[in-house]
């Protein structure tokens, strides 16, 4: 199974700052055949399911804000969230299926100072 | 707007089969989409349990694999999950979730608690 290693495990970043949460895969999710990365980002806030914020590594779901933003290739990704609102505060999840099984990252909890 | 909710018994005995059926509305079963099983243990990750094509064909995680089915009912456009054998371990929020072309989770039902315990 491909092992998604997120960091940190948690961070706290004040209100209309930004925040950088990282992902890497144990082997590249790259589809050479398409070029896309199968990497995607969720946010969950408590007694929530999770939401889609991003595919593709870097596609943002339909209705997301674009203050949340994806990059990397390969086996590095990152999440970032800019002009941070109080309700970011979540956990966030990065997810790969590049191969089955579909694999989570721990989860990093966002708070908002 | 699609919306997935899940069904079945909160409480499962220790050896006993879990049971849970997620009923799609907003959309219909046989489109070309994965209909997927998702379970978050409490304060854990999420983890991936299987899921199903229109077609039939299943794919399952190999840590359950052994334990575990999904079906689909077309007519009443659902599919469900049987995981027998539950332990503690199995103790967790289900969810049942679409996987979109971009084979990401677009749309995720509510999620149930089901706590294994005699």
């Known amino acids: 199974d491909i092992v998604m290693t997120q960091s940190p495990d948690s961070l706290a970043v004040s209100l209309g700052e930004r925040a950088t949460i990282n992902c890497k895969s144990s082997q590249s999710v790259l589809y050479t055949s398409n070029n896309k990365n199968y990497l995607a980002w969720y946010q969950q806030k408590p007694g929530q399911p999770p939401k889609l914020l991003i595919y593709w590594a870097s596609t943002r779901e339909s209705g997301v804000p674009d203050r949340f933003s994806g990059s990397g290739s390969g086996t590095d990704f990152s999440l970032t969230i800019s002009n941070l609102q109080a309700e970011d505060a979540a956990f966030y999840y990065c997810q790969q299926y590049h191969g089955t099984p579909p694999t989570f990252g721990q989860g990093t909890k966002l708070e908002i100072k | ?118």
């Open chain 2, 1 to 118: 707007q699609v919306q997935l909710q899940e069904s079945g018994p909160r409480l499962v005995k220790p050896s006993g089969t879990l049971s849970l059926i997620c009923t799609v509305s907003g959309a219909s079963i046989t489109t070309n989409n994965w209909w997927s099983w998702i379970r978050q243990p409490p304060g854990k990750a999420l983890e991936w349990i299987g899921e199903m094509y229109p077609s039939g064909s299943t794919s399952y995680n190999s840590s359950l694999r052994s334990r575990v089915t999904i079906s689909m009912d077309k007519s009443k456009n659902q599919f469900s999950l049987h995981l027998n054998s539950m332990t503690a371990a199995d103790t967790a929020v289900y969810y049942c979730a679409r996987r979109s072309a971009a084979d990401a989770f677009d749309v995720w039902g509510q999620g149930t608690m089901v706590t294994v315990s005699s």
